[in-house]
């Protein structure tokens, strides 16, 4: 499962990958070529953790072995070589997103992060009454500090529908905008349908109605390109450790007005310009919102797994993952005691399933068996699992390193595993 297929060219590429070649992307990733159970090891759970290529690994590692100090405050030349490292992660941060500016990318631990700075900048000025839209398909992340402002200053929550295959009730999603609406705030692909948003015309109706936009990237980022001047997104937010980098990072891009708008979220060093004993004055961007040390080995990772992820056509690789989930979807025809949950058209990778007389947990497990990596639960999205009337769900999510034989395998481990419990 690791090793190319002797036939396989890059453009002859079995998976029909074009420019893509998903043996040779797998064949960085040391951790793929492991045994589970006595089996290859079969990962399909990027979506809640992507694996790490060795690009990424070497750079965390000649960081601490060669160059390695706290940023910014030095004039010594272990502090000017990392903080040149850290700035040029933000800068490829930057490149990749599109952002009109280094300057603002945020950087955060993770996604989570980013979108409470932004709720507790935004919660500054919320009264009793303001509104904020949000989806049914959001991932708590998404959902629980806007709760937050619910509970804390009155804030209405308005959820807007997803239709039954899966697909954000766009209609429905309009007619909630209004003059009180501050933000919307919506995912820009779902970690459970795999749903594509049409993030751009909901950004044109949020900002007719003077209202904010927040983009929950987590997903987007990895399998949507996303430019942020295109979407014109006020906020986008994205996780390092699904994009192939290190736990422990992410951020917020926000467009400069937006940024500025927002009062600084923590307190203390490297955020500020002056302090007196009566007074204190912030900095501008991005390190207004960085206060404390950063997470400097993390940016470092993150901006080494960036940098590698360009070097591949980034819609060669969404193509080769639509083959998989086509090609899953081919295998499992006909097997009436399987329901996916969410067909969107456009969907992403992501394979959400319930099987008929099978908890999602013991799927999960008997699959495990077989070395085949897939999630069960409810996915960080209750609201969604309610919508569809399901406990609980198993989901297979795809990488640009998943191979054909990745989806064959988790197909047949599916049918093993319901065959026990039938
Ligand atoms: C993973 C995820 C998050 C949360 O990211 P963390 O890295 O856990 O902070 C938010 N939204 C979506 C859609 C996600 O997939």
Request: aromatic share 8%; glycine share 10%; hydrophobic share 45%.
């Amino acid at each position: 499962m690791t090793t190319r297929p002797s036939t396989a060219s890059r453009s002859l590429s079995p998976d029909g990958g074009g420019d893509f070649d998903p043996y040779a992307a797998r064949a960085q990733f040391p951790i793929l070529s492991r045994t589970v159970n006595g089996k290859p090891l079969v990962y399909l759970d990027s979506a809640a953790s992507a694996q790490k290529p060795r690009v990424v690994i070497d750079a965390l590692t000649a960081a601490m072995e060669h160059s390695y100090a706290n940023v910014h405050r030095g004039l010594h030349t272990l502090a000017n070589e990392t903080t040149e490292a850290f700035e040029a992660a933000r800068e490829s941060v930057a490149r990749f997103l599109n952002a009109e500016s280094p300057d603002q990318i945020i950087w955060t631990k993770g996604g989570t992060e980013a979108i409470n700075l932004v709720a507790s900048g935004l919660g500054q000025s919320i009264r009793p009454g303001d509104e904020i839209v949000i989806t049914q398909m959001e991932h708590h992340a998404n959902i629980v500090p806007w709760h937050m402002l619910r509970e804390r200053f009155g804030a209405v929550l308005k959820w807007a529908p997803v239709t039954d295959d899966g697909a954000l009730d766009m209609p429905a999603l309009a007619a909630l905008i209004g003059p009180r609406t501050r933000l919307v705030a919506v995912t820009h692909m779902s970690n459970v349908l795999g749903t594509v948003n049409d993030v751009r015309a909901i950004a044109d109706l949020a900002h007719a109605a003077g209202a904010l936009v927040l983009v929950d990237g987590c997903q987007g980022a990895v399998h949507c390109s996303p430019d942020v001047q295109a979407l014109d997104a006020d906020f986008y937010v994205f996780t390092g450790h699904k994009l192939f980098g290190p736990t422990g990072i992410g951020g917020l891009y926000g467009k400069r007005a937006a940024l500025e708008a927002l009062p600084p979220y923590q307190g203390g060093g490297e955020m500020i310009a002056t302090v007196t004993e009566d007074t204190v004055t912030y900095a501008g961007l991005p390190h207004r919102f960085e206060a404390g040390t950063p997470p400097i080995l993390e940016a470092i990772g993150l901006g080494a797994a960036i940098d590698w992820l360009g070097q591949f056509d980034a819609g060669a690789i969404r193509a080769h993952e639509a083959m998989l989930m086509d090609r899953v979807r081919v295998r499992l025809d006909g097997r009436n005691w399987l329901t996916e949950i969410g067909t969107a058209a456009g969907k992403g990778a992501i394979f959400t399933f319930t099987v008929d007389g099978a908890h999602a947990h013991d799927i999960a497990q008997v699959m495990d068996r077989y070395g085949v990596a897939v999630r069960a639960g409810l996915h960080c999205a209750e609201p969604l699992s309610r919508r569809f009337g399901v406990t609980s769900s198993a989901r297979a999510s795809f990488a640009l390193y998943n191979t054909l034989e990745d989806a064959d395998a988790f197909a047949d481990a599916m049918i093993k595993a319901r065959e026990f419990f039938a």
